[in-house]
């Protein structure tokens, strides 16, 4: 290789072996790419690790706070937020280990109606029209706070279509012996270019967006073994109908 030139990655290196039909040359870069992934899985996990400590120190803080002026509204969304940044880190490193979340036989609407207050007291949901339907009956093998985290991304995405401003529904239902959860949104809608795409990693339509949301929502279904997807609007039965309806459908 010539001095000042890059070393192909381990993903082009296969790419290139592929093209050329050389079969060692692909394995030998295969395995490259496998261990690669894995040092990246590594030192996320590893990173995340040490952002625990700062974590537990803001809460420690947190609640001597609260103890000495008393629980006040603030102080214990703080403390919500800064356990859910640790279950977070929790997830990511579970993720990076292999190891399947802890699910058991529960209420669907539990997680849903804690996504929604989670969602409500976030100043910057103050002008989104948030209505949620959410039958008691509906039950699901599955863990609670990821399904919270899938609801409240949703909802969150579709906040940051609109703009911060608009009308958000939450919807609970059956098809046939499924459970099924759908969030519709009157915003401007998804552009059809980007409507195969959007589960992607930072594939967004919303300037505010990272396009992480809606892949983490993905991961969630498929830890649940349920099919997250976009539906025609038709689907909500509203007047006028909703511009983006994502639909998640539990197993029977």
Request: aromatic content about 4%; overall charge neutral.
């Amino acid at each position: 290789m010539l001095p000042g030139m890059e070393t192909p990655s381990p993903l082009a290196q296969l790419l290139q072996a592929l093209e050329a039909g050389d079969l060692p040359a692909a394995r030998l870069a295969a395995v490259a790419l496998q261990r690669a992934n894995a040092h990246t899985h590594q030192v996320a996990a590893e990173v995340l690790h040490e952002l625990r400590q700062p974590l537990l120190g803001a809460k420690a803080y947190a609640q001597l706070l609260a103890e000495e002026g008393g629980s006040s509204g603030p102080l214990k969304l703080l403390l919500a937020q800064v356990e859910r940044m640790e279950q977070i880190v929790s997830d990511f490193i579970r993720l990076a280990s292999e190891r399947p979340a802890p699910q058991q036989r529960q209420s669907l609407a539990a997680p849903i109606w804690a996504a929604a207050k989670v969602f409500s007291v976030n100043p910057d949901s103050a002008r989104i029209s948030l209505e949620v339907e959410a039958p008691e009956d509906l039950t699901i093998l599955g863990n609670a706070r990821l399904i919270e985290q899938l609801t409240l991304n949703l909802l969150n995405n579709a906040r940051d279509a609109m703009a911060g401003r608009g009308r958000v529904k939450v919807r609970l239902a059956h098809e046939g012996a499924s459970p099924v959860l759908y969030v519709a949104d009157w915003g401007p809608g998804i552009p059809e270019e980007l409507r195969e795409r959007i589960f992607e990693p930072y594939v967004t339509a919303n300037k505010r967006g990272t396009g992480l949301g809606l892949a983490v929502c993905r991961r969630i279904a498929h830890e649940h073994h349920a099919q997250i997807s976009l539906v025609p609007p038709s689907t909500m039965h509203e007047v006028p109908p909703p511009a983006t309806v994502f639909r998640v459908l539990f197993p029977p």
